[in-house]
Antibody
């Protein structure tokens, strides 16, 4: 069974750093693009970016590039999303998700993590 | 960046009725790489349709997708109680990938 298990909820202060994780299992982790989607409570879905674990090729939405970093730890089949300096506007639910197919980049997200709630407040 | 506009914002229907949801793109979606997702409460989204019209594994056949270019439709025939949820379209043919703002299907 394909599973993506995310790290737990976080409460941080503005300016702090944070790294959340998404561990994949039940499939060949290196072979599928995996990405992150933000959802502010009560609002819609926002595509943040994706990474290919095989070679760490990464693609970001311009809306998030420069503010977040997507990375992978292949030894642990884990993807990460990190911030060096959080803002209150980063408060949201963050979902990781794996693409449907593995013949390239052009696939929707089929498998999803349970979400990690990040709260940034002074 | 391709902007996806979903309409209507809210659809109020009764169980057994048909729901028709629209997704319009600001420019043509490459290869009709358009997906539809369902999301309930605080749960993760579920992929329903990909390639504009192909149902994902395990999705009931009352869900169907159609359209091409810039105009796409998700149809839900004979609404079941579990179908009342939020629905999002997403294009995955151009970078960056983008989602529509969503349509809420609520019980009338």
């Amino acid at each position: 069974e394909i599973q993506l298990v995310q790290s737990g909820a976080e409460v941080k202060k503005p300016g702090e750093s944070l790294k959340i994780s998404c561990k994949g299992s039940g499939y060949k982790f290196h072979n599928f693009w995996i990405g992150w989607v933000r959802q502010v409570p009560g609002q819609g879905l926002e595509w943040m970016g994706v990474i290919y674990p095989g070679d760490s090729d990464t693609k970001y939405s311009p809306s998030f590039e420069g503010h977040v970093t997507i990375s992978v730890d292949k030894s642990n089949n884990t993807a990460h999303l990190q911030w060096s300096s959080l803002r209150a506007s980063d408060s949201a639910m963050y979902f990781c998700a794996r693409q449907f197919g593995n013949s390239g980049y052009d696939y929707p997200f089929k498998h999803w993590g349970q979400g990690t709630l990040v709260t940034v407040s002074s | 960046e391709i902007v996806l506009t979903q309409s209507p914002g809210t659809l109020s229907l009764s169980p057994g009725e048909r729901a028709t949801l629209f997704c319009r793109a600001s420019q043509s979606v490459s290869s009709n790489y358009l997906a539809w997702y369902q999301q309930k409460g605080g749960q993760a989204p579920r992929l329903l349709i990909f390639g504009a019209s192909s149902r994902a594994t395990g999705i009931p056949d009352r869900f169907s997708g159609s359209g091409s270019g810039t105009d796409f439709t998700l149809t839900i025939n004979r609404l079941e109680p579990e179908d009342f949820a939020m629905y999002y379209c997403q294009q995955y043919g151009s970078s960056p990938r983008t989602f529509g703002g969503g349509t809420k299907v609520e019980i009338k």
